[in-house]
């Protein structure tokens, strides 16, 4: 089976930081609802970055980490729904600041939250056709951009950031599995134009979508590779928030403390949720070699689905 390995990663948020604290003076809410309800304490807002620069420096440090040259890179694809324009994708904005090849395809991925676990599934079998090595997946979101400021049940959740990943095919073991369950009532950005553009959302209706798809996909990827969750080192979910984490590894029976959470400094960064989580865990050394993973993820589409890897 031909696998993707993550050769090098990288993250970029934008410099500024919002506090619980800072939104209880745009709201009516407070650091501790905000903590007891999501786990999250802080955000990073862009203030004049562009969703390409963020792309493009966490890229650089995933290109330098993996030592892998630009000209090397067979695929590149950035999941978003807050790209700089509608067209060109931020991924050939990216192409030109990199100075990717250009005989390559170079496209954004619109899957919500679930983004960056679309976009790995889809570059192992771009680079599968194309019998190249290399892929370049980026998750990034703006999401501050389409946020409505006075919905204290929305601004709350969500942060900006990218998080990217150099991926090699190998022969190595892998297993995915993606799922979608068209819906616009639950979780949409109606568009076009940042101007016109707010992020809308059924709370409740998305706890319960998510705290069913994620032991279900989780049992999905297990009944599928051969693998008990005893085989597994770490479940990397989407961020979205603590409470859902805790339902999710409950329903599993899986101790809470093989589920990484960064939520906390970051808020939910939706499709960087992942991709940034792995880049703080490789920081951290949390990873080694072998290790198996599984990334798991949910949102807007609806979509979900996960990848079982070995680091
Ligand atoms: C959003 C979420 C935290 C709300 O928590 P909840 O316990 O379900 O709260 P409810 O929506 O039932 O609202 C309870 C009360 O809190 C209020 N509330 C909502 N946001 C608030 C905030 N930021 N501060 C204070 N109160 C808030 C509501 O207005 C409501 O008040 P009311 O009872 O007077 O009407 C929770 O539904 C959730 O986590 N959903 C998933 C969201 C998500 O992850 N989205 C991204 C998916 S990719």
Known sequence: ??????VGTGRCVPEKVVTND?????????????????????????????????CTAAARIALERAGIA???????????????????????????????????????????????????ETVRGLLTVSGKKYALLIGCEQLSRVL??????????????????????????WYAWLGSRGNRDVLWLNGPGPETTHLHMDGPGVYRFAVEALPACART?????????????????????????????KRLNCPIDRFYQNMERYGNTSAASVPIALDEMAEQGLLQPGDRVMAIAFGAGLTWGGALFEW
Request: aromatic letters at 6%; charged letters at 20%.
């Open 221 to 249: 990827l297990l009944a599928g590779s051969g693998l008990a969750l005893e085989d597994i080192r770490w479940i990397v979910p989407h961020q979205a928030n603590r409470r859902i984490i805790e339902t999710a590894a």
């Open 1 to 6: 089976m031909k696998g993707l390995r993550f």
């Open 70 to 120: 630009p000209s090397e890179i067979g695929v590149c694809v950035v999941a978003t729904c807050t790209p700089d324009c509608a067209s060109p994708s931020n991924a050939c904005l990216v192409q030109a600041a990199l100075g990717l090849p250009e005989d390559i395809p170079c496209f954004d991925l619109a899957a919500g939250c679930t983004g960056f676990v679309y976009g790995l």
């Open 148 to 173: 409505d400021m006075t919905d204290r049940s929305t601004c709350v959740l969500f942060g900006d950031g990218a998080g990217a990943a150099v991926l090699a095919l190998e022969e190595r073991m």
């Open 22 to 54: 800072d939104l209880s003076r745009l709201v009516d809410t407070s650091d501790e609802w905000i903590r007891t309800r999501t786990g999250i304490a802080r955000r990073h807002f862009s203030q004049g970055e562009t969703a390409v620069e963020l």
